[in-house]
């Protein structure tokens, strides 16, 4: 007997040592079969196994919510709506069947930049009128969404949306979502770039790569400017500010963008310095590299904890850069923030009102739309204003408003005699400039409370009552999500039931103090379950002991913000009363 073994001997022991070779025995039909106690291999989802995965993910992996197309079409002709997982699907192209808060469908278009022209609002409105419930609503993120419509009209409304140069593709679910930019970019004299091309090569990008759709969670990508008009970069999940470099440092001059990350604000958030110095031309690969990273790392299993700031919390910034570099040909570059000169600060009432451009020649006007709401007439006629005193094209802002850019001078005039024709206005006041509502409960199921209506009422009573020397912005927002990111309010409202007489009534939990930019700060809790009804009397006791008891002309945030919690609730609710 050999003492030594064949190749094919030393192989099987090998494999066999290894625990890759199965034990093999027989049935009773004498065929060779595997250990019924062997494992099966487990399957992953990136870093997450498959039966970890939550109800969403599992929705995703079963397959892509692209591939919803064939049962869109399908349930338009039966003129019925999805069932089952194919209710999550049909948000990958901006259709949220929104019962029971309406048996109907929201259409959330992607208007990329916050930039569209004309010939697209006409085309808007028409979906909103034909299809729609006969409104549109303007977003926090410079967007547009429509409601009511019903599903045998879904497949009309998505051909449309494309016929007129925009789509909805992304918009909703676990997709980057409408990537917004500066809306006086290109115009702006106090900007540093023109980020308009950032934001729609970004907008592109996104679109034409089937690999960034289905992340972990949504996410949030932004573009400052450097402009007098805020997009509030620092909600973002990636939020790029324009930043100069000058000479004398170890850095070529010019303009760069600092990256900011993880803005979260319904998680009480705001984005922070990456340490990252960019180029242009470099915004976009860093964003999809870094998005790619989310993409294979993010929490799949846990939906509270599957957004970018807790995959950093996890791993820490510098682990998150070392992941992202490794996806692209250039290396990334660190400077410390001194070495960047920033622009002046924003300007809060900028988005409204007429403004001269960089061109001398041209201005622009901001027109107030109470809470974001247009009518299909005000979507036309705003239309032809732009196609008759500017050049066709219009800015949505993040403040839920719109701007009309490149007018002249001497058509001012008219085309603000148009604005108030169509029951519209262009001038600024120190509570409808910075007035923000979500849509509330009569849209959404989960909000508690008629936001949109409570910010209307809110805000006539304040305007009748006081006399504001500057600008407050006020955000109510339907539930935690934050849709109206109230925590960078100087007054957030988020709506919460309260019990009246045994009764359950719409209320607010009321937080003082936030903003972003220049004044960045996360609003802090200060009263809790408040009935709606008692809030216009104690805001306007608020904003009255202020205007009494600030120093010079302190701005409300930073008068809260010298302050504890515990002493500003004791000091708003001394002599409330109507």
Not at 133 to 156: C, F, H, K, W
Not at 510 to 525: K, P, Q, S, T, W
Request: charge should be negative; proline fraction near 4%.
């Amino acid at each position: 007997m050999t003492s030594t073994f064949s190749s094919k001997q030393k192989k099987y022991l090998e494999q066999h040592i290894l625990g890759s070779i199965p034990f093999l025995g027989k049935n009773a039909a004498g065929q060779f079969t595997p250990d019924q106690d062997q494992s099966i291999e487990e399957e992953w989802l990136f870093v997450t196994p498959v039966d970890e995965l939550c109800k969403e993910e599992q929705i995703k992996y079963e397959r892509n919510g692209l591939d919803v197309w064939d049962e869109i079409v399908a349930n338009a002709d039966k003129d019925q709506f999805p069932e089952g997982s194919d209710v999550f699907r049909y948000k990958f192209y901006g259709l949220f069947h929104v019962k029971p808060a309406q048996d109907s469908f929201m259409l959330r278009c992607r208007i990329p930049g916050c930039q569209l022209n004309s010939t697209q609002l006409h085309g808007l409105a028409e979906i909103a009128a034909d299809w729609g419930g006969g409104y549109a609503d303007i977003t926090t993120r410079g967007n547009l969404q429509i409601r009511e419509i019903m599903p045998r009209d879904t497949v009309s409304t998505l051909i449309k949306l494309t016929g007129i140069g925009l789509t909805s593709k992304g918009s909703g679910a676990d997709n980057v979502r409408n990537i917004t930019a500066t809306p006086t970019s290109g115009f702006d004299s106090q900007e540093l770039i023109d980020v308009m091309p950032l934001g729609l090569g970004m907008h592109h990008y996104i679109l034409n790569c089937r690999d960034l759709y289905g992340l972990p969670r949504k996410f949030n990508i932004s573009f400052d400017s450097g402009g007098a008009v805020s997009v509030c970069a620092d909600t973002n999940d990636i939020g790029f500010y324009a930043v100069r470099i000058v000479e004398g440092h170890d850095l070529e001059p010019g303009i760069y963008f600092r990256m900011r990350l993880c803005g979260i604000t319904g998680h009480q958030q705001l984005a922070f310095d990456s340490g990252l110095l960019l180029k242009p031309e470099e915004c976009i690969a860093v964003s999809a590299a870094l998005i790619r990273v989310f993409i294979e790392n993010g929490d799949r299993s846990n939906r509270k904890k599957a957004r970018l700031k807790y995959l950093v919390d996890d791993w820490g910034v510098e682990k998150l850069l070392e992941e992202t570099q490794k996806k692209l040909a250039f290396p990334l570059r660190k400077a410390p923030l001194e070495v960047a000169q920033v622009s002046e600060k924003k300007q809060r009432q900028a988005h409204l009102g007429v403004h001269p451009q960089s061109d001398p020649e041209l201005n622009y006007i901001g027109v107030v739309i109470p809470v974001g709401r247009l009518l299909p007439d005000q979507m036309h006629e705003l239309a032809r204003i732009a196609e008759t005193y500017g050049k066709g094209d219009l800015r949505l802002t993040v403040w839920q408003n719109l701007i009309i850019p490149h007018v002249p001078h001497e058509h001012i005039e008219a085309a603000k005699k148009a604005i108030l024709k169509i029951g519209l206005h262009y001038e600024a006041t120190p509570l409808s400039s910075g007035l923000v509502a979500c849509t509330g409960n009569t849209g959404c199921q989960y909000a508690g409370a008629n936001t949109k209506g409570n910010a209307i009422e809110l805000s006539q009573y304040l305007q009748e009552k006081l006399e504001l020397d500057q600008a407050l912005n006020i955000h109510l927002t339907g539930c935690p999500h934050s849709c109206a990111q109230h925590y960078i309010g100087d007054i957030g409202l988020q709506a919460t039931p309260c019990k009246v007489d045994g009764e359950t009534v719409e209320g607010y939990h009321i937080v003082l103090g936030g903003g972003v930019d220049d004044n960045r700060f996360i609003a802090r809790d200060v009263f809790s379950s408040i009935p709606f009804t008692e809030i216009p009397v104690l805001l306007k006791n608020m904003l009255s002991i202020y205007l009494d008891s600030r120093k010079g002309s302190e701005s409300f945030a930073h008068f809260t913000r010298r302050h504890s919690a515990e002493q500003l609730k004791e000091l708003f609710t001394l002599n409330c009363h109507a």
